[in-house]
């Protein structure tokens, strides 16, 4: 194990001295690499915050259900008590069909209202979900039509579904824009370890001849693709919040007009590492076609 561990180290530090022995193509490089990944970084990131903002502007989405017309208070308390015992549910209200009349009538329709003989509104349940899954919804909503006494369900869902779909639209495009631009990155290390090959060949060529192996050749090259890849990765993590300190005061001022108080956030911890190590994992890729493609010729 000690000796795997020393001819890693010793491979690291080679990879390390080749690219501080070339910093301007090693930082352009790490730029290429980092400004591809950091368009679907980016795009993964504002989709998160978009649907973080578009829930705080449009609030909650409810379920409302309506008893019969005929329901008495002991149906009503059955209904409670079904809601109370769903661990779906977030909170629920009940509205009595007195409230219900007082608050239309608060709303404007008090003439409407005052012809009435009698109150012709239900008693209703207004549920919050903890989830904002629009098939929990639909799932949660034919169950509550089944209950006896429930006249009529109304979904606040509309909304939700059409969020989740155009969330489900852009990630699908992040991740085509992240597999294209991935392919190209593999491509690019691809060409720097075949330009290494060639410039060391004929140090590849004595160290057979005194007998190196195959893997003790190839390691230092797959470390160097993988430390130009986490540079990129490092460049793409800086652009990224870049882009988040320039647009969080637009942002802002945008949720401002909505009502809403509203933060942009950058990538977390566990985002910014996986990152780091797609963009390693890249540059150990375009390393291991290269080596295999090239290395076996010299």
Do not use: C
Not at 29 to 52: C, H, Q, R
Not at 137 to 157: E, G, I, Y
């Amino acid at each position: 194990m000690s000796n795997w561990l020393y001819l890693h180290l010793r491979a690291i530090a080679q990879a390390s001295g080749r690219l501080a022995r070339q910093p301007l193509g090693t930082l352009l490089s790490a730029l290429v690499m980092g400004i591809a990944l950091s368009l679907p970084a980016g795009g993964y990131l504002l989709l998160d915050n978009v649907a973080s903002m578009a829930r705080g502007v449009s609030g909650t989405p409810e379920i409302s259900v309506f008893m019969d017309a005929a329901a008495a208070a002991e149906d009503a308390a059955a209904i409670e008590k079904r809601l109370r015992a769903d661990p779906q549910l977030a909170s629920f209200r009940f509205v009595p069909r007195d409230e219900a009349l007082k608050q239309l009538a608060a709303g404007g329709l008090g003439d409407v209202l005052g012809g009435l003989e009698s109150n012709p509104l239900p008693d209703a349940f207004v549920v919050t979900l903890r989830t904002g899954d629009p098939e929990v919804f639909d799932t949660l909503a034919a169950q509550m039509r089944a209950w006896p006494k429930v006249a009529h369900v109304q979904l606040d869902s509309g909304w939700v579904k059409r969020l989740h779909a155009l969330l489900a639209l852009g990630r699908s495009a992040v991740v085509m824009l992240a597999a294209l631009l991935g392919f190209a990155l593999v491509i690019v290390t691809f060409n720097t370890i075949r330009l290494q090959i060639m410039t060391q060949r004929n140090e590849i060529e004595v160290s057979r001849l005194l007998g190196a192996t195959d893997p003790f050749i190839r390691r230092p090259f797959y470390w160097f693709g993988s430390l130009q890849g986490m540079l990129g990765g490092l460049v793409a993590l800086g652009a990224v919040w870049l882009g988040v300190m320039g647009l969080s005061a637009p942002v802002a001022a945008l949720a401002e007009t909505y009502g809403a108080v509203f933060a942009l956030s950058g990538p977390q911890w566990p985002e910014s590492v996986a990152i780091v190590l797609f963009a390693a994992f890249l540059g150990w890729l375009g390393a291991e076609i290269s080596v295999r493609r090239h290395l076996a010729g010299t």
